[in-house]
């Protein structure tokens, strides 16, 4: 028997990550409120409503959206609700492997952190394999769903005929879907939701951004402070010897020195490539946010909610910027019929 795998989403990878930041950062802000406000009790003196049950709500909301509604909008909505809802789940795990329902079980927090790491393999796993030429297909039959909704932009419609390109998608359906694409009216300008204008805004002041002569060698003064500053704090725990650190401080130095080593990484390749050099920087935001931050939160939960605060923020502006690099990298890839092909109008 010759056994298929199931047909990815072009948009695993964004989709699946932003479910498991949204996860990490529900465990640590939900623990820091807890913490703040003195672990209160939901439900009165005899009933106890446990967020484990908000988690399992939030759980169901994002597979009904999912599994019901064809609209774009809807995976996305379902990944931050899913990562919210298992983040919630998940941060109660100490109650169900202890007799007595003990939420501040030590290894409760190892669990949770076993948990992350074997999700985020599953998600890198998933997006390192190439698309084939019949998931290549699929993904444009999906992209020809969000024409049939006035949702398919330009550049979605640029990247998937380069994915059936790059694949060497040549079978019928593939080439009707293809003409398909090329025929299919994308949302004109005019008719965009307020998002897709600020939107556009942006992306015309990243291209701007990234052309200027000096924002590269800003950006590399920026990431050698940034590695200084984060040397500095490792040798700060370092002052009194390593056998005076615990084993959560220690475990902190030692992600906190690989994510420095990615960042500098990134620092050496902006000159040739931005894209590679944010993909680096993306590795090293996910090293700080899915082990770094777990650990300091063990001895400083202020410090580590306020840090992931500012990774979160700086985590969404990468993957924005890793977002348009690569829709300038496909767009100057493609065929030039497919290049300068002009934008369809959607009907009035």
Known sequence: MRLHWPARSFDLHQHLTTLFVCAVATVLFTRALLAATGYPRVGGSSLHIAHVLWGGLLLLAALIAALAFLSPAAKPVAAVVGGVGLGLFIDEVGKFVTKDVNYFYRPAIAIIYVSFVLLFLVIRWLARRRFSAEEATLIGIESLQRAAVGALSDERRARVLGLLTETGAEAPLAQSVRELLERSAVKAQGSQTLTRRLSSGLASVWTSLTRHRLFRRGVFSLLIVVAAISAAEVAWLLRHGLAHLSFSQKAFTLTTLIADGALLIGALSLRRSLLSA??????????EI???????????????TLNLAALLILWSVIRWGIHLETAQQVKRSLPSRYARMPAARAPD
């Open 278 to 287: 944010l993909h680096w920087y993306d590795h090293a935001v996910l090293i």
């Open 290 to 304: 899915t082990v770094a931050q777990v650990f300091l939160y063990t001895s400083e939960q202020l410090a580590a």
